[in-house]
């Protein structure tokens, strides 16, 4: 009995001893953070901006220094096998000519809803058709992209292992063949893979990754909830941070997604001002910025870049937009 008793009491300590060792601040943490923006062409659209207009003003006003930009299927193949990609050759010069790095998504998955982004004429095609159309897709915007000088690396697929949107179940060999297919048409960029940073244990994504990329969002609205506000301390990424190293030593990680607009029961332009407030104020935007600098990964790209500018010219308040400028002059 007397043994049993030790062996548990070590065992314990030994967890205890784990967790406090695992919870520690990776070293590579830093409140140096180099911020960035993502930005939807789609998203911009359908918040009813003049969608160049929106993203020039980003650029030229906020003058972030790296850029997170899905190109999205729909976008560039709204006709089978008749590929445009004007708006993103756009969008692509003009943060060349401001020197800001850039991450181009591909895959199916990309950010915004409904999450999986198919053109019309490919919605009923099978699961294997439209998977054959985007690995055909993916190498048309690699073979496009991959000598930019400004090209930092490519994402492929968006958070791909969490259940999220109008999408299918997650076909895992399929996002290797597509991470091969990058690999092997582009060997000079890194690939990233991202996850949930709270809804996940980042395992699936960081094995494949080149680079890690985690969401950090702190007030959201579930379904049967409400408004949640995660509980969560910084340690609750530097615990996932260090175990993901104990399986990948050196794993680079950065926040692919910080919050920084409202996250409430109905899509974002069809939220009441109100409403948004729920999730949202700007002192809810410094709080965000103020924890993503206690977790410390950089660098961290803001996600609301498209409803700042909504707010600023729809709606008359530059509060978010002058703080994301502020932010990004340091």
């Known amino acids: 009995m007397f043994k049993k008793l030790l062996v548990l009491i070590i065992l314990m300590a030994a967890l205890v001893w784990g967790f406090n060792r695992l919870s520690q601040p990776p070293t590579d ?8 923006i993502s930005f939807s062409r789609i998203f911009a659209r359908d918040m009813g901006l003049d969608w160049k207009e929106a993203y020039l003003a980003i650029l030229g006003e906020l003058q972030p220094k790296t850029l997170r930009l899905p190109i999205y299927w729909e976008d560039v193949e709204p006709r089978e096998g008749q590929y445009t990609f004007n708006d993103y050759d756009w969008m692509i010069e003009q943060a060349k000519e401001k020197k800001v790095d850039m991450i181009l998504v591909v895959g199916r998955k990309l950010p915004r809803w409904p999450e999986c982004h198919v053109p019309t004429w490919a919605a009923s095609r099978s699961e294997e058709v439209q998977q054959d159309k985007m690995l055909l897709l993916i190498s048309e915007i690699v073979k496009r992209y991959k ?78 909830l409400g408004y949640v506000e995660y509980p969560l301390p910084p340690k609750f990424f530097w615990l996932k941070a260090n175990t993901i190293r104990l399986f990948y030593p050196g794993k680079p990680i950065f926040v692919s997604e910080l919050q920084a607009e409202p996250w409430g029961p109905q899509l974002l332009f069809d939220l009441p001002l109100d409403e948004q407030e729920k999730s949202m104020t700007i002192k809810q935007f410094r709080e965000n910025i103020a924890y993503a600098k206690e977790v410390g990964f950089s660098p961290a790209y803001l996600w609301g870049a498209e409803w700042w500018y909504w707010m600023k010219t729809i709606n008359n308040d530059s509060s978010y937009w002058k703080e994301a400028k502020k932010l990004f002059s340091q």
């Open 29 to 36: 943490i830093t409140q140096d953070i180099k911020w960035g």
């Open 147 to 224: 000598t930019l000088e400004n090209l930092y690396a490519w994402q492929v697929e968006n958070e791909p292992f969490l259940a999220f949107g109008e999408c299918p179940t997650v076909d895992a060999s399929f996002l290797d063949q597509e991470i091969a297919l990058v690999k092997s048409l582009d060997n000079r960029h890194p690939v990233i893979v991202t996850d949930s940073g709270e809804l996940s244990i980042w395992l699936r994504a960081a094995k494949r990754a080149d680079i890690f990329g985690t969401t950090m969002y702190r007030v959201v609205h579930q379904k049967y």
